[in-house]
């Protein structure tokens, strides 16, 4: 019996920080790192994110946010016309009340060579605002690269 072609659909793959071989430098800031992707709807969206610290034990954080503002239509991989994003949320309840905190993926060095991890979440935005930026505990910024893939089967 023969296994069926995998269909994979319309799917988004780009490197949209940097790449793997001319990474951006981090800074303690969101601003300047980030950049807007366009996603095909419903999906399984995954961040690929190469890390290098300078220091063992410096962190990086990863903001996601989405928007289900369509795109200027005149130019589809293009910023969009208005958009608003919005970060998801965690909640935690004690006492009968739920606190929310909006949701910042972490990741701390172990080493200061090239680390690398991925991020998976369901998604239904039409756009999506990446965010990456470095806490230092010690030494210098380390750089990143961070590429995207998104499609109904990813």
Same mark, same amino acid.
């Given at each position: 019996?023969?296994?069926?072609?995998?269909?994979?659909?319309?799917?988004?793959?780009?490197?949209?920080?940097?790449?793997? !071989?001319?990474? +951006?430098?981090? @800074?303690?800031?969101? /601003? =300047? &790192?980030?950049?807007?992707?366009? #996603?095909? *709807?419903?999906?399984?969206? !995954?961040?690929? +994110?190469?890390? @290098?610290?300078?220091? /063992? =034990? &410096?962190?990086?954080?990863?903001? #996601?946010? *989405?928007?289900?503002?369509?795109?200027?239509?005149?130019?589809?991989?293009?910023?969009?016309?208005?958009?608003?994003?919005?970060?998801?949320?965690?909640?935690?309840?004690?006492?009968?009340?739920?606190?929310?905190?909006?949701?910042?993926?972490?990741?701390?060095?172990?080493?200061?060579?090239?680390?690398?991890?991925?991020?998976?979440?369901?998604?239904?935005?039409?756009?999506?605002?990446?965010?990456?930026?470095?806490?230092?505990?010690?030494?210098?910024?380390?750089?990143?690269?961070?590429?995207?893939?998104?499609?109904?089967?990813?």
């Amino acid at each position: 019996m023969s296994m069926p072609a995998l269909s994979y659909g319309l799917q988004a793959d780009k490197n949209i920080m940097g790449t793997e !071989t001319t990474p +951006v430098t981090l @800074t303690n800031s969101y /601003a =300047g &790192n980030n950049a807007i992707q366009v #996603v095909s *709807g419903t999906a399984i969206t !995954t961040i690929y +994110v190469q890390y @290098t610290a300078q220091t /063992a =034990g &410096n962190s990086i954080q990863v903001k #996601v946010e *989405g928007s289900p503002d369509n795109p200027d239509p005149k130019t589809p991989q293009g910023p969009p016309v208005t958009s608003f994003f919005y970060q998801d949320i965690s909640t935690s309840v004690a006492a009968g009340t739920a606190t929310a905190v909006r949701v910042e993926y972490s990741y701390t060095s172990l080493t200061t060579g090239a680390e690398r991890f991925r991020i998976s979440f369901p998604t239904a935005d039409r756009q999506m605002k990446i965010s990456i930026k470095e806490t230092v505990a010690a030494g210098s910024a380390g750089t990143a690269s961070v590429r995207v893939l998104n499609g109904p089967n990813n």
